[in-house]
């Protein structure tokens, strides 16, 4: 891949992973309820995911799921059922019981947990498919090997998502640490949280 092509495809990525969603909204809460540090389970499922619709769409398959009805829509709604999922979970769930100006003890979730809701949070968004299809040509040169071609597009979108998802997200989401020192904030951060996973499974399932 040309240098040039590549700076052009590193911006767009870059652009792409700025964009606030759902892996944006998975990534600060799990800062906030496992770390800054143990975040980064929940990235790597989601670039697992990425890599795995990368794959779909040089395979052509993304080109079967983007032209049936059936299967994008099957798949959307699966995916925003599971955000809504996501999204109800953190409005029940319980806050930590402390004294105001006490520090919350940090949640023992296991690095798997969080790398599985990563990746389902990101494998289940067929518009991901449909997005790569049109991003992907881009900047493939079909005269030019490919395999190599779909190596560095990946790695290099991968690369920058899981530089923004941990130092711009995670690390935003310590601006919002302060509210976990008190049940009120907690509750207030998992109603937060709670609602944006619903408004991101409705654009998903109605825009």
Do not use: C
């Not at 779909?150 to 979108?157: A, H, K, N, Q, S």
């Amino acid at each position: 891949m040309e240098f040039s092509l590549w700076l052009a495809l590193a911006g767009a990525g870059a652009m792409i992973s700025l964009t606030p969603g759902a892996g944006a909204i998975n990534t600060m809460s799990n800062a906030l309820t496992a770390g800054f540090r143990r975040s980064l389970w929940g990235i790597l499922g989601q670039q697992l995911a990425l890599v795995v619709h990368v794959v779909i769409v040089a395979a052509g398959v993304g080109i079967l799921v983007a032209s049936s009805p059936l299967a994008f829509h099957l798949i959307r709604y699966v995916g925003a059922a599971y955000l809504v999922y996501l999204g109800v979970r953190k409005l029940l769930a319980k806050v930590e019981k402390m004294d105001d100006d006490a520090a919350p003890a940090v949640a023992l979730e296991s690095g798997t947990s969080m790398f599985t809701r990563g990746l389902w949070v990101n494998l289940l968004n067929p518009k991901a498919i449909v997005f790569f299809l049109a991003f992907m040509p881009q900047f493939i040169r079909p005269a030019e090997p490919l395999l190599g071609q779909y190596i560095i597009l990946t790695l290099t979108v991968v690369a920058i998502d899981v530089i923004v998802m941990w130092f711009v997200f995670a690390a935003g989401a310590k601006q919002l640490k302060h509210l976990t020192h008190s049940e009120h904030g907690q509750r207030t951060l998992n109603r937060t949280f709670g609602v944006l996973f619903i408004l991101v499974a409705i654009l998903l399932a109605v825009v």
